[in-house]
């Protein structure tokens, strides 16, 4: 039930004093007339309507959450606590920057530690999320080519498996996006990426491990070509909980990165944000980064880059996000972090190695974190489809993998364990994907059933798109 | 060092003999080495959890916490209700991804739903999307989503706050639109320069209500000045004054944006934030992000799902209306919550308290010699002008624990008051503040 079907005329909870100074109120023509018609419950009826809400979702806490791309590894706790501390809730941005010392040492530290783990010389935390990131990572490649007059560069190459937000940065950005084709074996196709490479081109954007999983071995042949061309190179960091402390995007030609800290960084996603994605760069781009740095030794203090983009959002990015982020790296470390991809790597070998004799893997060679299957083949033989198996996952307590992506595989299911999952839960949920194999050739109609157990059945998209119903009608 | 992988070591080694493999190197052999990284990463050694919340707690202390703080421009100290924490703290809400997969997402999906109804009843508008980062990028979306094929001119007026005009100003390099900044007058956005200005070609207009300044527009006017051309009208607004002051759909408005920050979260050194986006039901499907939608399951059950998504980057890459992939959701919960626990009578109360100790605030500062700048109605910021240094104003306040308004430039500050501002604290301030201005 809608929270404004429990309201009750008159409800509400005690929560400020009475005005201590004489009320003012606005004239007649500028006083809202149309009255308000928000919720009014007790405090306990609101507090057992959120409860509620929380019971009807699914969290990493909740259970295992392979969604591939997506990096859902455990939420620390420490993180949630330092980002409560009132010496940083209670921060007004425009303090004068003497009384935030703490705040750039924050900004200052994760710079440092970001730019080590990706080779980059300097970063950014402004931008909210990775698509935002990706926006300013193609202004800073748009503002390198303008200082140099270099102005015919007008297309972005974006590999045809890349996430949607690729092309949709990219004409953000002002840019037309060619598509580039895999190879078969998944990664780039070198002789069609060096036919696209030319004087017209701006940059390229990429993540390695790629979209299926894998590592391009190809990576500095492509990033070379595009140099070549007088093109930049744009890392996508979804992928970088694969490979920190083994490989680093600057080392393999990138020059400007996003990160996304709520995947490999473990903060939370809050059902969808806020996240935040910093953008890193090599040194010949800084002078374009948006925003602030942080500069200083003794005394810290903000500094806009000579030739700033200006600024992507208000302030300084999702400064308690960053909090989060910071406080996992310092707890994980030097050795920590690489261990963290490490076993983010085992853990999806282990399962893809348990699986592959029933479930076709789109490419059958060792993967990174992450690897993606192809059910074309059961569909063809009994009608169950990706979504068919993903519903099914959900009555035993499992989130599905990312459906149907990357675009380049049939009915994909991208599985993505992480490292913080034990081998218990990665053994129980095999035993769940092999099961639900036998049910699809056994008991299809079952499985077009799923999920049975949820707090609602499949539910009605064409029917919510074709008569958008978007709010309560009072 | 902390970790959070559970298999031990004999386990890992355990998996990887099960697969058929001797170490984990042996999963990162096909990669090549001279991209490998050599030796270690340089950054510190990893803590237990009781030195790494020392450290913390220690950076932490480096900031200042001002008791009292009298500095809005953008990001405003309200009082939080603790069901806020409490709900923004359930695991499985913060813990959860994307509602993608309806059947266990309900809880978030029908928070959201519920969020969008708020806002719109807020603003008056008909649909609300799921929200976006902060309020300066719904500006930026929102004067966006007006471009059309013969219309690329958007005119913004002077009086929005500075890092508003920036962030549209980013948005806007790549997406052809053209931008006009209305210059200020008097604290307000030039009407006369606005008619002569606006044109067949102009997409929209954009304002802010209250302004930069705290002032009340001519809002219902310049809405009359777009329409005639044919233009959107974009109003960005204060969530809180909508307690009080009129709905943007009152002042025909066709989008409504704004900064959701006072609705419940906290300053935070500027983020996460979140921006609100509302329009008429006419331009819903320009609206960018993501909107949840009501429908029914297999069985008939009432349920929620993410919804028009033919307008995304994931359907329609390049074409998309936005690159946008995320919300800010826990943040469009916190909303929920703070709007449901106040209510109506605690916006409405909150919005009242707001205006009224501004304007005592205001009334206290002119008596002891500073002049208020607004000529104009104001909300809760106004702008004082002194003889004395900003500089030195500020400084005789941040002495005794408190944040004073914004410097503007040498003599102009930009002050703000909400709820949470006692008398007691506005006659203290003004006690300091006399003496400076000696009188």
Same mark, same amino acid.
């Given at each position: 039930m809608?929270?404004?079907?429990k309201?009750?005329?008159?409800?509400?909870?005690?929560?400020?004093?009475?005005?201590?100074?004489?009320?003012?109120?606005p004239?007649?023509?500028?006083?809202?007339?149309?009255?308000?018609?928000?919720?009014?419950?007790?405090e306990?009826?609101?507090?057992?309507?959120?409860? =509620?809400l929380?019971?009807?979702?699914?969290?990493?806490?909740?259970?295992?959450?392979?969604?591939?791309?997506? #990096?859902?590894?455990?939420n620390? %706790?420490?993180? =949630?606590?330092?980002?409560?501390?009132?010496?940083?809730?209670?921060?007004?941005?425009?303090?004068?920057?003497?009384?935030?010392?703490?705040?750039? =040492? &924050?900004?200052g530290e &994760?710079?440092?530690?970001?730019?080590?783990?990706t080779?980059?010389?300097?970063?950014?935390?402004?931008?909210?999320?990775?698509?935002?990131?990706?926006?300013?990572?193609?202004?800073?490649?748009?503002?390198?080519?303008?200082?140099?007059?270099?102005?015919?560069?007008?297309?972005?190459?974006?590999?045809?498996?890349a996430?949607?937000?690729?092309?949709?940065?990219?004409?953000?950005?002002?840019?037309?996006?060619?598509?580039?084709?895999?190879?078969?074996?998944?990664g780039?196709?070198?002789?069609?990426?060096?036919?696209?490479?030319?004087?017209?081109?701006?940059?390229?954007?990429?993540?390695?491990?790629?979209?299926v999983?894998?590592?391009?071995?190809?990576?500095?042949?492509?990033?070379?070509? &595009?140099?070549?061309?007088?093109?930049?190179?744009?890392?996508?960091? /979804?992928?970088?909980?694969?490979?920190?402390?083994?490989?680093?995007?600057?080392d393999?030609?990138?020059?400007?990165?996003?990160?996304?800290?709520?995947?490999t960084?473990? #903060?939370?996603?809050g059902?969808?944000?806020?996240?935040?994605?910093?953008?890193?760069?090599?040194?010949?781009?800084?002078?374009?980064?948006?925003?602030?740095?942080?500069?200083g030794?003794?005394?810290?203090h903000?500094?806009?880059?000579?030739?700033?983009?200006?600024?992507?959002?208000?302030?300084?990015?999702?400064?308690?996000?960053?909090?989060?982020?910071?406080?996992?790296?310092?707890?994980?470390?030097?050795?920590? &972090?690489?261990?963290?991809?490490?076993?983010?790597?085992?853990?999806?070998?282990?399962?893809?190695?348990?699986?592959?004799?029933?479930?076709?893997?789109?490419?059958?060679?060792?993967?990174?974190h992450?690897?993606?299957?192809?059910l074309?083949d059961?569909?063809?033989?009994?009608?169950?489809?990706?979504?068919?198996?993903?519903?099914?996952?959900?009555?035993?307590?499992?989130?599905?993998?990312?459906?149907?992506?990357?675009?380049i595989?049939?009915?994909?299911?991208?599985?993505?364990?992480?490292?913080?999952?034990? %081998?218990? #839960?990665?053994?129980? /949920?095999? /035993?769940?994907?092999?099961?639900?194999?036998?049910?699809?050739?056994?008991?299809p109609?079952?499985?077009?059933?799923?999920?049975?157990?949820?707090?609602?059945?499949?539910?009605?998209?064409?029917?919510?798109?074709?008569?958008?119903?978007?709010?309560?009608?009072? | 060092?902390?970790?959070?992988? $559970?298999?031990?070591?004999?386990?890992?080694?355990?998996?990887?003999?099960e697969?058929?493999?001797?170490?984990?190197?042996?999963?990162?052999?096909?990669?090549?080495?001279?991209?490998?990284?050599?030796?270690?990463?340089?950054?510190?050694?990893? +803590?237990?959890?009781?030195?790494v919340?020392?450290?913390?707690?220690?950076?932490a202390?480096?900031?200042?916490?001002?008791?009292?703080?009298?500095?809005?421009?953008?990001?405003?100290?309200?009082f939080? $209700?603790?069901?806020?924490?409490?709900?923004?703290?359930?695991?499985?809400?913060?813990t959860?991804?994307?509602?993608?997969?309806?059947?266990?997402?309900?809880?978030?999906?029908q928070?959201?739903?519920?969020?969008?109804?708020?806002?719109?009843?807020? @603003?008056?508008?008909?649909?609300?999307?799921?929200?976006?980062?902060?309020?300066?990028?719904?500006?930026?979306?929102?004067v966006?989503?007006?471009?059309?094929?013969?219309?690329?001119?958007?005119?913004?007026?002077?009086?929005?706050?500075?890092?508003?005009?920036?962030?549209?100003?980013?948005?806007?390099?790549g997406n052809?639109?053209?931008?006009e900044?209305?210059?200020?007058?008097?604290?307000?956005?030039?009407k006369?320069?606005?008619?002569?200005?606006?044109?067949?070609?102009?997409?929209c207009?954009?304002?802010?209500?209250?302004?930069?300044?705290?002032?009340?527009?001519?809002?219902?006017?310049?809405? +009359?000045?777009?329409?005639?051309?044919?233009?959107?009208?974009?109003?960005?607004?204060?969530?809180?004054?909508l307690?009080?002051? +009129?709905?943007?759909?009152?002042?025909?408005?066709?989008?409504?944006?704004?900064?959701?920050?006072?609705?419940?979260?906290?300053?935070?050194?500027?983020? $996460?934030?979140?921006?609100?986006?509302?329009?008429?039901?006419?331009?819903?499907?320009?609206?960018?992000?993501?909107?949840?939608?009501?429908?029914?399951?297999?069985?008939?059950?009432t349920?929620?799902?993410?919804?028009?998504?033919?307008?995304?980057?994931h359907?329609?890459?390049?074409?998309?209306?936005?690159?946008?992939?995320?919300?800010?959701?826990?943040?469009?919960?916190?909303?929920?919550?703070?709007?449901?626990?106040?209510?109506?009578?605690?916006?409405?109360?909150?919005a009242?308290?707001?205006?009224?100790?501004?304007?005592?605030?205001?009334?206290?500062?002119?008596?002891?010699?500073?002049?208020?700048?607004?000529?104009?109605?104001?909300?809760?910021?106004?702008?004082?002008?002194?003889?004395?240094?900003?500089?030195?104003?500020?400084?005789?306040?941040?002495e005794?624990g408190?944040?004073?308004?914004?410097?503007?430039?040498?003599?102009?500050?930009?002050?703000?008051? @909400?709820?949470?501002? @006692?008398?007691?604290?506005?006659?203290?301030?003004?006690?300091?503040?006399?003496?400076?201005?000696?009188?």
């Amino acid at each position: 039930m809608l929270i404004f079907e429990k309201s009750r005329p008159g409800r509400g909870c005690d929560l400020l004093p009475a005005s201590d100074v004489e009320i003012y109120l606005p004239e007649e023509k500028d006083k809202r007339e149309q009255p308000l018609h928000l919720p009014e419950l007790s405090e306990g009826e609101l507090s057992r309507h959120y409860t =509620e809400l929380a019971k009807k979702s699914h969290g990493v806490n909740d259970g295992f959450y392979p969604l591939g791309s997506c #990096t859902m590894k455990y939420n620390p %706790k420490i993180n =949630e606590d330092m980002a409560s501390l009132p010496g940083f809730t209670e921060i007004h941005p425009l303090q004068p920057e003497h009384t935030v010392q703490g705040c750039l =040492e &924050i900004i200052g530290e &994760i710079e440092n530690s970001l730019c080590e783990i990706t080779g980059m010389d300097r970063m950014t935390l402004q931008p909210a999320a990775g698509a935002h990131g990706e926006f300013t990572g193609l202004l800073l490649i748009k503002a390198y080519h303008e200082s140099r007059s270099d102005e015919k560069r007008t297309k972005i190459l974006v590999p045809d498996s890349a996430h949607g937000t690729n092309p949709a940065s990219a004409a953000m950005a002002g840019y037309k996006v060619v598509s580039i084709p895999s190879a078969p074996d998944g990664g780039v196709d070198i002789e069609k990426l060096r036919e696209a490479a030319g004087d017209d081109v701006a940059g390229l954007m990429l993540t390695n491990p790629n979209t299926v999983g894998l590592f391009d071995k190809n990576i500095l042949e492509i990033t070379d070509i &595009i140099h070549e061309c007088g093109g930049l190179c744009y890392y996508d960091g /979804a992928n970088l909980n694969a490979v920190m402390g083994t490989v680093r995007p600057g080392d393999m030609g990138f020059d400007v990165i996003h990160l996304n800290l709520h995947k490999t960084f473990s #903060t939370p996603h809050g059902g969808g944000g806020p996240g935040s994605g910093p953008v890193g760069c090599k040194e010949m781009l800084s002078d374009f980064l948006p925003s602030y740095l942080v500069e200083g030794e003794e005394t810290l203090h903000l500094e806009k880059p000579a030739n700033s983009i200006g600024e992507m959002k208000s302030f300084y990015g999702n400064f308690l996000v960053v909090v989060k982020a910071l406080t996992y790296i310092k707890t994980l470390g030097r050795e920590g &972090i690489p261990e963290a991809s490490r076993n983010a790597v085992l853990n999806a070998n282990y399962m893809m190695n348990k699986l592959k004799d029933l479930y076709p893997m789109a490419y059958d060679e060792i993967c990174m974190h992450e690897f993606v299957m192809s059910l074309a083949d059961l569909k063809k033989k009994t009608g169950i489809s990706a979504m068919d198996i993903a519903k099914g996952l959900l009555d035993d307590g499992i989130h599905p993998p990312t459906m149907y992506f990357p675009l380049i595989v049939d009915e994909a299911l991208m599985v993505e364990p992480t490292e913080t999952e034990s %081998k218990e #839960t990665l053994d129980d /949920a095999i /035993a769940v994907f092999r099961k639900l194999y036998e049910l699809a050739e056994t008991d299809p109609e079952k499985l077009h059933q799923a999920p049975v157990t949820t707090p609602v059945t499949r539910l009605d998209e064409v029917n919510a798109a074709r008569h958008p119903h978007l709010r309560y009608a009072f | 060092m902390g970790s959070y992988v $559970p298999n031990t070591l004999e386990e890992r080694k355990k998996m990887l003999q099960e697969i058929g493999y001797s170490s984990i190197e042996d999963l990162f052999a096909h990669i090549p080495e001279e991209v490998k990284l050599k030796g270690e990463l340089n950054i510190p050694n990893g +803590k237990s959890e009781f030195e790494v919340r020392r450290e913390m707690e220690q950076i932490a202390e480096k900031n200042q916490v001002f008791k009292t703080i009298f500095r809005g421009a953008g990001a405003y100290r309200h009082f939080i $209700p603790a069901m806020v924490k409490n709900v923004t703290s359930k695991e499985n809400l913060l813990t959860a991804y994307t509602p993608y997969q309806a059947e266990i997402s309900q809880g978030i999906l029908q928070s959201i739903f519920e969020y969008q109804t708020m806002i719109c009843d807020l @603003t008056g508008m008909d649909v609300s999307n799921a929200s976006v980062y902060d309020g300066a990028t719904a500006a930026a979306e929102g004067v966006a989503m007006c471009q059309e094929r013969k219309k690329h001119k958007a005119l913004i007026s002077g009086t929005v706050p500075p890092y508003v005009l920036e962030v549209v100003e980013t948005y806007c390099f790549g997406n052809g639109m053209e931008l006009e900044v209305i210059p200020e007058k008097d604290g307000l956005t030039d009407k006369e320069y606005l008619k002569e200005h606006i044109d067949a070609q102009t997409a929209c207009v954009y304002i802010q209500h209250p302004n930069y300044y705290g002032n009340l527009e001519d809002a219902e006017e310049i809405g +009359k000045i777009a329409h005639e051309v044919g233009a959107k009208y974009v109003m960005g607004v204060n969530p809180i004054s909508l307690g009080v002051i +009129k709905t943007p759909a009152e002042y025909g408005a066709d989008v409504a944006v704004g900064e959701g920050q006072p609705l419940g979260l906290s300053l935070g050194f500027g983020g $996460p934030y979140l921006g609100f986006m509302a329009s008429k039901e006419a331009m819903m499907r320009k609206l960018p992000g993501r909107i949840v939608g009501e429908t029914v399951d297999h069985n008939g059950k009432t349920g929620y799902v993410l919804t028009l998504q033919a307008r995304e980057q994931h359907i329609r890459r390049e074409k998309a209306s936005s690159n946008i992939c995320s919300n800010q959701a826990l943040c469009a919960l916190a909303v929920g919550v703070y709007l449901a626990t106040m209510g109506n009578e605690g916006v409405r109360q909150a919005a009242i308290l707001s205006m009224s100790k501004a304007h005592y605030f205001a009334e206290k500062l002119e008596e002891i010699g500073l002049t208020v700048c607004n000529q104009a109605e104001f909300f809760h910021e106004f702008v004082t002008r002194s003889e004395v240094d900003s500089d030195k104003i500020l400084r005789a306040l941040e002495e005794e624990g408190i944040l004073g308004g914004y410097p503007l430039d040498e003599h102009h500050i930009l002050w703000c008051c @909400t709820e949470v501002n @006692t008398k007691e604290e506005m006659d203290q301030a003004v006690h300091i503040l006399r003496e400076v201005q000696g009188c």
